[in-house]
């Protein structure tokens, strides 16, 4: 076991070196593991009066999806599934544990969580390493690992890297100094540096990153404690503290066997722990210049790690893993010799609901991807030293070369590692340029088929306006047609009404007009009589009349004789008083 040191070199990303000898269980592949976390809902989602969506079922391994109404309800099923309810202890032992184990039998095992941001993917995969309760899987697995290697006769060497994808920028957390990283191509060591072989693994390496010796497991809670203070997090709206980057943690495992024959043999096994950044929505995140630009890096490159999965699943003939360099780091953990687990976190809150049912189908379909593991190759000791032997050797002609500046020297297997190496990156820029001009045509068809589906648009809205009007006409015209009918219908009722009562009156006059002619003969008799009546009448009024006028005349002749009698009367008097009064004045 070595004590604790630094080296620096160009390291395997998320890869290792496989030996030709396949496991026999895993021919024709092995499924990528698949599991389901769903965290508790917050305060302030209860303060909101938001709904559970989520059913979870993790005796039958199920999840259902319960939408707003009970037709959008969908069940999904997974390796293993976590309610709200299940502690950071139960994930490790029934998911993690073991794939710690096949890590220590010499496989290489990537395990990284994927969901909505604020769904738990840092707490289960970090935690709190101070907390027996809370630490997650990375804490966990130290333990686990130091403990399972102390227990064992074999000697060990443990190395650790820490790596950051922030803004589609590798950085190392593990580094003091900043240092240019980058991720290329290179032949694996199966036979030595120097090896030339066409059919040798081609391994994914990241340039400059650094790998730490460590003897104990506090030794890596130190380093973690420093490197994770450099990850990029944020406070947003739906997460106090946001991971703004992808991050690798990486744990490599020598192990020392001795076989009967009393050789040594290296094994070497690899854990890749990844921390993903979540998905953000950036109009609910709230997420302004900078954290907007993050949110669009990280939203970019889990989109085209989403047309990965889709793309293996589907079988597709091109698989985009240079479209995003957080594609490229999981290369070799998506369909590649690595054995995977995704543990995918999710929000059982209705305010989430989209979220939610997307990890969900990403989840999902990842569960078809086959990957085909190998035990990393068993080197002997005397392999090792000869390998070893190679490369002072190479380094001694570079140094004789120099030190002489009598031109350029390269030993025969140094040039033609060179050289093949050279025919990869051109076999790769092929490739590259192919996908490009895919793309373009992609680019272009989906370019025309805009164009042409604005115009139709186009055409449809102005068809969609015509309908409209002619359809707010014809309910007007539809309006005035019922109301006319309403009245056309009590115009006909009242006719049926006034038809009724004149058949009723056609009845009785039916049954009267069989009386008509009797009633015609009385009524002349009675009208004969009537009228001789009426002459008498007549002819007695005649004569009434006759001698009223007779009665006329009498009074009026009397009424003459009165008046002469009364003027007669009046002078008689006069002269009469004359008298009297001659006589007095004679007399008296």
């Given at each position: 076991m070595s004590g604790s040191s630094t080296n620096r070199s160009s390291t395997p990303s998320l890869t290792g070196n496989s030996s030709n000898n396949n496991n026999g269980n895993n021919e024709k592949g092995v499924n990528v593991q698949v599991v389901v976390r769903a965290r508790p809902m917050n305060p302030k989602e209860i303060d909101g009066r938001e709904f559970s969506v989520l059913d979870v079922r993790p005796e039958r391994k199920e999840i259902t999806f319960v939408g707003p109404k009970s037709a959008s309800s969908k069940t999904f099923t997974f390796d293993t599934v976590y309610g709200t309810n299940?502690?950071?202890?139960?994930?490790?032992?029934?998911?993690?544990?073991?794939?710690?184990?096949?890590?220590?039998?010499?496989?290489?095992?990537?395990?990284?969580?994927?969901?909505?941001?604020?769904?738990g993917k840092t707490y289960t995969m970090e935690g709190d390493s101070c907390s027996i309760e809370h630490a997650g899987i990375i804490p966990r697995s130290i333990h686990y690992i130091f403990d399972?290697?102390?227990?064992?006769?074999?000697?060990?060497?443990?190395?650790?890297s820490h790596l950051e994808l922030y803004n589609e920028e590798l950085h190392d957390l593990l580094?003091?100094?900043?240092?240019?990283?980058?991720?290329?191509?290179?032949?694996?060591?199966?036979?030595?540096?120097?090896?030339?072989?066409p059919n040798t693994k081609r391994a994914l390496m990241v340039n400059n990153l650094e790998e730490v010796n460590v003897s104990t497991a506090q030794a890596i809670f130190n380093i973690l404690d420093k490197s994770t203070r450099k990850r990029m997090t944020a406070e947003t709206l739906m997460n106090k503290q946001s991971s703004r980057s992808h991050c690798v943690f990486t744990i490599i495992i020598h192990t020392k066997e001795v076989t009967i024959e009393g050789e040594d043999l290296l094994k070497v096994g690899k854990l890749n722990l990844v921390d993903l950044a979540g998905a953000e929505n950036v109009s609910r995140s709230g997420a302004t210049d900078q954290r907007k630009r993050e949110a669009g890096m990280i939203n970019q490159?889990?989109?085209?790690?989403?047309?990965?999965?889709?793309?293996?699943?589907e079988h597709s003939s091109h698989i985009p893993y240079r479209e995003s360099k957080l594609t490229?780091?999981?290369?070799?953990?998506?369909?590649?010799?690595?054995?995977?687990?995704?543990?995918?976190?999710?929000s059982p809150s209705s305010g989430n609901i989209e979220e939610t049912l997307s990890t969900l189908d990403y989840a999902h379909r990842a569960k078809n991807i086959k990957n085909r593991p190998e035990v990393n190759q068993k080197m002997t000791k005397k392999a090792l030293i000869k390998e070893y032997t190679q490369e002072i050797e190479l380094l001694r002609n570079q140094l004789a070369t120099a030190r002489e500046k009598d031109g350029v020297y390269l030993p025969v297997e140094q040039y033609n590692a060179m050289d093949l190496e050279l025919?990869?990156?051109?076999?790769?820029?092929?490739?590259?340029?192919?996908?490009?001009?895919?793309?373009?045509?992609?680019?272009?068809?989906?370019?025309?088929?805009?164009?042409?589906?604005k115009e139709d648009l186009l055409i449809t809205t102005n068809t969609l306006t015509q309908t409209q009007g002619t359809l707010q006409k014809t309910i007007e015209d539809l309006n005035v047609t019922s109301n006319?009918?309403?009245q056309t219908q009590e115009v006909l009722q009242q006719?049926?009404?006034?038809?009724?009562?004149?058949?009723?009156?056609?009845?009785?006059?039916?049954?009267?007009?069989?009386?008509?002619?009797?009633?015609?003969?009385?009524?002349?008799?009675?009208?004969?009589?009537?009228?001789?009546?009426?002459?008498?009448?007549?002819?007695?009024?005649?004569?009434?009349?006759?001698?009223?006028?007779?009665?006329?005349?009498?009074?009026?002749?009397?009424?003459?004789?009165?008046?002469?009698?009364?003027?007669?009367?009046?002078?008689s008097i006069s002269m009469m008083n004359d008298s009297i009064s001659r006589f007095r004045e004679d007399h008296f």
């Open positions: 299940s502690t950071q202890k139960e994930v490790f032992d029934n998911t993690v544990v073991p794939i710690v184990d096949e890590v220590l039998k010499g496989f290489n095992c990537t395990i990284f969580c994927y969901g909505q941001t604020g769904t399972a290697l102390e227990r064992s006769s074999s000697e060990y060497t443990v190395r650790v580094s003091s100094e900043s240092k240019t990283l980058r991720i290329y191509e290179d032949m694996g060591t199966t036979n030595g540096p120097n090896n030339s072989n490159s889990l989109l085209t790690l989403g047309r990965v999965i889709t793309a293996l699943t490229r780091l999981l290369q070799e953990s998506l369909g590649g010799k690595t054995k995977t687990c995704i543990i995918a976190t999710v025919k990869n990156r051109r076999a790769a820029a092929v490739e590259i340029e192919q996908a490009i001009e895919k793309k373009e045509a992609e680019l272009d068809a989906i370019n025309k088929l805009f164009k042409k589906t006319t009918l309403n006719t049926q009404e006034n038809l009724e009562v004149t058949t009723q009156n056609l009845t009785v006059a039916k049954e009267t007009i069989g009386d008509h002619e009797t009633i015609h003969q009385e009524r002349d008799r009675y009208e004969g009589t009537l009228k001789g009546t009426l002459n008498n009448t007549i002819n007695s009024i005649d004569r009434l009349h006759e001698k009223i006028e007779r009665k006329k005349s009498v009074e009026e002749e009397n009424r003459k004789r009165v008046l002469q009698g009364k003027d007669g009367l009046s002078e």
